[in-house]
């Protein structure tokens, strides 16, 4: 069956700029996060939904970041202002139901390159 | 807050040869342990993931891993690796029955023939 899928695969945007990140889970799964991996790092959690609210944000670095999953299926990162420290890669995950041992599945994630 | 520790940055073998990747975690509680890989050019995928019982896991392609309680560690394991193991190995932890998922920084493994 059909894995998560993000698009766009690349984004190159300049400073100040305004971009979306697109997440489309696998179908069913209830549990959608959102993960941020730069160069050389492990991926950092940002914001977890549980269908379509937002269960735990804690992970977003500040207030130009925002993630919404309105019908608790497809959801979208927004980054507002972008800034060159907001490059990495935006990986996108989903699972069955968020509980704890659950396996999350990774889509390919976007890679977003601030000029 | 947690911290998840992969002592090894880059590790290079010959195929054949054994593996063993440290693994480390901060947290005194009820964990769930994973361990994801990444092929080149590929997106992240589960290795293999404890959760309870038996404290010696056994994941995809002959690999596993040992839960160690008293010394927070998960490390990985394979007896003889393959030119095709070559990828990136992350480790993760999250507390027990909450959601997100903390990452050590990656371990590249360069397996030559």
């Known amino acids: 069956g059909a894995g998560v899928s993000q698009t766009p695969s690349n984004k190159v945007t300049e400073k100040g700029k305004y971009v979306e990140l697109r997440c489309d889970p696998i179908?069913?799964?209830?549990?959608l996060y959102w993960y941020r991996q730069s160069l050389g790092q492990g991926p950092e959690f940002l914001i977890y939904?549980?269908?379509?609210?937002?269960?735990?944000d804690s992970g977003l670095p500040n207030d130009r970041f925002f993630a919404v999953r309105p019908e608790g299926s497809v959801s979208t990162l927004k980054i507002q202002r972008t800034e060159r420290g907001d490059s990495a890669v935006y990986l996108c995950a989903s699972s069955p139901t968020g509980e704890g041992a659950d396996t999350q599945y990774f889509g390919p994630g976007t890679r977003l390159t601030v000029l | 807050a947690q911290s998840v520790s992969q002592h090894n940055h880059h590790v290079i073998l010959s195929e054949a040869a054994s593996l063993e990747l440290g693994c480390n975690y901060s947290y005194g509680g009820t964990v769930n342990l994973f361990w994801y890989v990444q092929y080149p050019g590929q997106h992240l995928q589960l290795l293999l993931k404890?959760?309870?019982?038996?404290?010696l896991v056994k994941g995809i392609k002959g690999f596993e891993a040992e839960f160690i309680k008293s010394k927070f560690s998960f490390n990985l394991r394979k007896p003889s690796v393959q030119w095709s193991d070559t990828a990136e190995y992350f480790c993760?932890?999250?507390?027990?029955?909450?959601?997100?998922?903390?990452f050590g920084t990656g371990t590249r493994l360069q397996v030559f023939p």
């Open positions: 939904f549980q269908g379509t609210g937002a269960a735990d």
């Open positions: 404890y959760f309870s019982g038996d404290p």
């Open positions: 179908s069913g799964h209830t549990a």
């Open positions: 993760a932890v999250n507390e027990y029955n909450t959601d997100k998922l903390i």
